[in-house]
């Protein structure tokens, strides 16, 4: 069956511009999350999905929102970019936390 | 403040022998613990979890094990294929997941 799908691959924007990130899950799955990784603050958890619902939270500012939609594909929005926004954005679908979420290859996202 | 640590970043082990990764939380409140292994360019990907009830889960050759008093996890992998040099993250679930920051693991031939 299909992975996690995340588009674009690759975005460059520039400072206060504001971006949306894509995410497919792998079909059954409701629960989707986002990440951030970076050098030097690894991989960060911004907020998960369930059926539409916002049900976790990271320790994001208020310009990381997100949505789902009811065939649980996902976006992930940006607002005012910094120059620190810069990072690989990863999706993680899963039917349950317990058996692991899997991940797509992510968004490299470049704010110049 | 890190919650969860890695503190090994990189971990060289012979090609047939056991790799041992560490990993140490701080908060006791994390029901769950998982271990994600990561190629350059792709996505990790989901190897093997514990509840924090047990104290040993094993998969194949991936067996994870779990020190409550210690708050400290550990991964074997045993024997140890080349496939196997990659990132591996420790990770650690209370409503998100919060991973260390990676051990680069080299199987030398």
């Known amino acids: 069956k299909a992975g996690v799908t995340q588009t674009p691959r690759y975005l460059i924007k520039t400072r206060g511009q504001q971006v949306t990130l894509s995410c497919s899950p792998i079909?059954?799955?409701?629960?989707v999350s986002w990440y951030q990784q970076t050098p030097g603050q690894g991989l960060q958890f911004l907020f998960e999905?369930?059926?539409?619902?916002?049900?976790n939270k990271g320790n994001f500012p208020g310009r990381f929102s997100g949505r789902q939609f009811s065939n649980s594909r996902s976006e992930m929005n940006v607002s005012t970019l910094e120059l620190g926004d810069s990072a690989l954005y990863l999706c993680?679908?899963?039917?349950?936390?317990?058996?692991?979420?899997?991940f797509g290859q992510g968004t490299r996202l470049t704010v110049v | 403040d890190q919650q969860v640590k890695q503190n090994s970043p990189s971990l060289s082990v012979q090609e047939g022998r056991i790799s041992i990764l560490n990993c140490d939380y701080t908060?006791?409140?994390?029901?769950?613990f998982l271990w994600y292994k990561k190629y350059p360019a792709e996505g990790p990907t989901f190897l093997i979890s514990?509840?924090?009830?047990?104290d040993k889960n094993e998969d194949g050759r991936f067996t994870v094990f779990l020190n409550k008093s210690a708050k400290h996890l550990s991964l074997h992998i045993v024997p140890s294929q080349p496939g196997d040099s990659a990132v591996y993250f420790c990770?650690?679930?209370?409503?998100?997941?919060?991973f260390g920051k990676g051990t680069h693991l080299i199987i030398q031939p």
């Open positions: 993680a679908s899963s039917l349950d936390y317990r058996v692991g979420a899997f």
């Open positions: 079909s059954g799955h409701r629960s």
């Open positions: 999905y369930f059926s539409e619902t916002q049900r």
């Open positions: 908060n006791s409140m994390f029901d769950y």
């Open positions: 514990i509840s924090s009830i047990k």
């Open positions: 990770a650690a679930w209370k409503g998100g997941l919060t």
